[in-house]
């Protein structure tokens, strides 16, 4: 009886340990998030809902030179539109309410992995005030580092196996085409624009108001550990860096929170710790007055249309908002302080928009 048992429970390990091999060599050789090669015969699960797994195999796996890299923000560029008026192959390497720690785990996988031309970086203040090692949602590290053997939480993921197999499956024998690069992560054409962005605004007089200083040690850190290193480290490398421009009512909403002094130190911040590179040049777009005065451009206080995304390209290509001292940026961070002061003491908007 006893023997009964060892045998018995010998075959149950067997076929335990014989079934965790076969699901986990399904999941190596489909490769739903091409972590270890591109999709070839599948159409690969990337959408917003999937981004910090899809992420790791794009910057590993897809063919390119060059990266958008931010937030939701860069979301809608159109790599296609970047290559031709920018030169060199793009692919978009964005996290929405990414944090500077998340771009340079992207930034990382690129460098070791490709041959970078040109990177293009939303300089979007939130993300520089995280703690150095905060994403700004959860990742899976396992997919980001060099160490295959903990790949295993990739193969026996149960959403792995219960949903981003299978729909692989389901798509199998179509072949991703160059489109992909465009259409991934975009969400452009599913809002409506105008006044319906002031949903999230604030034009009311802040309670308590936080010291200017308040996220300087947190963006100079985040400079140093997750941007820096790697301007210095490639100066072969074009970096063009830029402050998108959010509405005047995103302003707005920060001095009703009290937040604006310290959000506002951090511009001249970041300028000064990446002018001094060759291969750097900043652009600031925070104070296109045809831009952020026009709620038109708009579905929130924070996020802009396409066609600003496209505009930008064009601006970054020709230099147009590219910001040569320190007093130009002070100048256009004292406009969108007295947009904001504006529309407080009106307590409405007071610009363009339908």
């Known amino acids: 009886m006893a023997m009964k048992r060892k045998t018995w429970a010998c075959l149950c390990l067997a076929a335990l340990t014989g079934a965790i091999a076969l699901l986990s060599a399904l999941v190596i050789a ?18 917003n809902t999937t981004q910090v797994y899809a992420n790791a ?33 793009f692919i978009k390497l964005c996290t929405s309410a990414g944090t500077a720690y998340n771009h340079a785990l992207l930034l990382d996988l690129a460098f070791e992995t490709h041959d970078m031309r040109r990177v293009v970086y939303g300089l979007d203040v939130y993300s520089m005030i995280a703690a150095l090692d905060q994403t700004g949602s959860d990742v899976p590290m396992y997919l980001y580092d060099r160490n295959p053997l903990n790949d295993a939480a990739y193969w026996l ?50 309670g308590e108001v936080e010291p200017a200083d ?23 490398t074009q970096f063009d860096f830029f402050f998108p421009p959010y509405s005047a009512a995103e302003w707005s909403t920060m001095l009703s929170k009290g937040t604006l002094e310290s959000m506002l130190a951090l511009r001249g911040l970041c300028y000064d710790a990446l002018s001094t590179y060759e291969n750097v040049t900043v652009h600031d777009f925070a104070a296109r007055e045809d ?63 339908d």
Request: glycine residues 6%; contains cysteine; aromatic residues 12%.
């Open 30 to 47: 489909i490769d739903p998030f091409q972590v270890y090669r591109l999709a070839t015969r599948y159409l690969p699960p990337i959408d």
């Open 57 to 89: 195999g794009i910057v590993r796996s897809y063919d390119y030179d060059s990266a958008i890299v931010g937030t939701s923000v860069t979301e809608n560029f159109r790599p296609s539109q970047m290559d031709a008026v920018l030169g060199g192959r």
């Open 157 to 206: 993921n149960r959403s792995v196996l219960g949903s981003f197999l299978p729909r692989c499956l389901r798509t199998w024998g179509q072949r991703q085409d160059d489109s992909l690069r465009d259409s991934m992560y975009c969400w452009a054409g599913r809002d409506d624009y105008g006044l319906v962005a002031l949903y999230n605004a604030q034009f009311t007089l802040p």
């Open 214 to 236: 308040r996220y300087v040690s947190a963006a100079q850190a985040n400079l140093e550990t997750h941007i820096l290193p790697f301007i210095a480290a490639h100066p072969e």
């Open 291 to 353: 831009w952020v005065l026009d709620l038109n451009n708009y579905k929130d206080t924070l996020h802009y249309g396409q066609w600003i995304n496209d505009a930008i390209v064009e601006d970054i290509a020709g230099k147009t908002c590219a910001v040569t001292s320190r007093a130009q940026i002070d100048g256009h961070t004292a406009q969108l302080r007295a947009w904001a002061n504006a529309l407080i003491t009106a307590g409405r908007w007071i610009y363009q928009g």
